[in-house]
């Protein structure tokens, strides 16, 4: 998703080519971002580990992941083909190798959003993961270890004159897929039987805003004037994922978010078809290490082009650069009854093709006490 690195980057046939990888072994390899730092939307993959010198990297490049819009598709599609360097000597596609697997997807998903004063309710979004978990109290985002360093430097503002008691919460959520087809190398045949997979994609996340403001005083007529500020943090609280064939369900994994995992450190995901290391943390533009798993009911090679899609195109760096939440530029006042909304009489949200849920209350399995509930698309 996200627009930040729109350049492509054609990396040359390998000297020391390897073999594509066996269907039934695990995989072990390590992918980068391509490009001069990093700045490609296009990643090369190594088998075990990535060279540090430059020119063996080009050497001993294994695969790589190769984004490109979708020519007469909708607007934002792009594809993503996992691809060897088995290349015509020329011709139109003379940089084309043969394709393994490839990801069709939307680059900019549909966001839902309603707002709050902070701990003025409880209501929350649902996701389609079996033990999806309710969202944190109020609390837990407004003196978040990230949002408390924010108010902090707000604090050190020039002129700081006083912070604002009261601040608002967003709640966002959003559901995207991702279409699998086999490549030209007919891989998925004897897995999928000419059916393709799905990846169901579904995250949401909490928006806290808090407000201060500063004094001045002009030069010229010496009057005092006071100005409002925002201080804003967005949290992604979790993504999940649900890989499914003809509706039968094969994979189904969540990774807790920044509101969670923040800082520099390592991320870890862990699923039944891959297990995952990104380095240095959601935002780095360093490597990350994808080890598939032995025994797994899909192609190996169809499980690496899984991973790299939820540790980029889904990651929680990818998400927030998307997330565009829209919050009162000055501090409201206590009768304020502009906040967005989500429910049956809105229009301005479109359905999506969802299984996620808004709820009213902490719990959308208690039958004994009614809530509001809305199945969206």
Wanted: include cysteine; hydrophobic fraction near 30%; aromatic fraction near 12%.
């Amino acid at each position: 998703m996200g627009c930040c690195c729109s350049g492509d980057t054609v990396p040359p046939v390998p000297k020391n080519m390897r073999p594509d990888p066996d269907a039934d072994q695990p995989i072990n390899a390590v992918a980068a971002r391509l490009g001069y730092f990093g700045a490609s939307r296009d990643f090369g993959i190594w088998y075990e580990n990535r060279p540090k010198d430059s020119d063996e990297q080009k050497d001993n490049i294994w695969l790589w992941f190769n984004k490109s819009n979708v020519e007469g598709g909708k607007k934002r599609q792009v594809q993503v083909d996992l691809e060897n360097f088995k290349r015509p000597e020329d011709g139109e596609n003379k940089d084309k190798g043969k394709v393994l697997y490839t990801a069709l997807f939307s680059d900019s998903p549909s966001f839902q959003v309603f707002q709050r004063w902070a701990n003025q309710g409880f209501d929350c979004f649902y996701g389609f993961y079996k033990n999806s978990p309710p969202d944190e109290g109020d609390d837990f985002y407004v003196h978040h270890h990230t949002h408390k360093a924010k108010l902090q430097n707000a604090r050190a503002h020039n002129g700081f004159h006083k912070m604002f008691d009261r601040c608002i919460v967003s709640k966002w959520n959003f559901t995207s897929q991702v279409i699998f087809k086999d490549g030209n190398l007919g891989r998925g045949e004897a897995y999928f039987f000419g059916q393709q997979p799905i990846l169901e994609v579904y995250s949401k996340g909490t928006v806290v805003t808090s407000y201060y403001e500063t004094k001045r005083v002009d030069e010229e007529t010496k009057k005092t004037h006071f100005d409002t500020h925002r201080c804003e943090t967005e949290f992604v609280d979790i993504v999940e994922f649900r890989l499914t064939v003809n509706g039968l369900l094969i994979a189904e994994w969540n990774v807790k978010g920044d509101s969670y995992q923040y800082g520099d450190g390592d991320i870890n995901m862990e699923t039944p078809l891959f297990d995952l290391r990104i380095d240095g943390g959601w935002f780095s533009r360093s490597t990350f290490n994808i080890k598939t798993k032995a025994g797994i009911d899909i192609d190996s090679a169809l499980a690496l082009l899984i991973a790299h899609i939820a540790a980029t195109e889904f990651s929680v760096a990818e998400i927030k650069r998307d997330l565009k939440v829209k919050t009162p530029g000055h501090h409201p006042n206590e009768s304020y009854d502009g906040f967005m909304r989500y429910d049956s009489m809105n229009s301005r949200y479109s359905g999506v093709n969802t299984h996620g849920r808004y709820v009213r209350g902490h719990n959308p399995n208690d039958t004994h006490n009614p809530v509001f509930q809305i199945n969206i698309g």
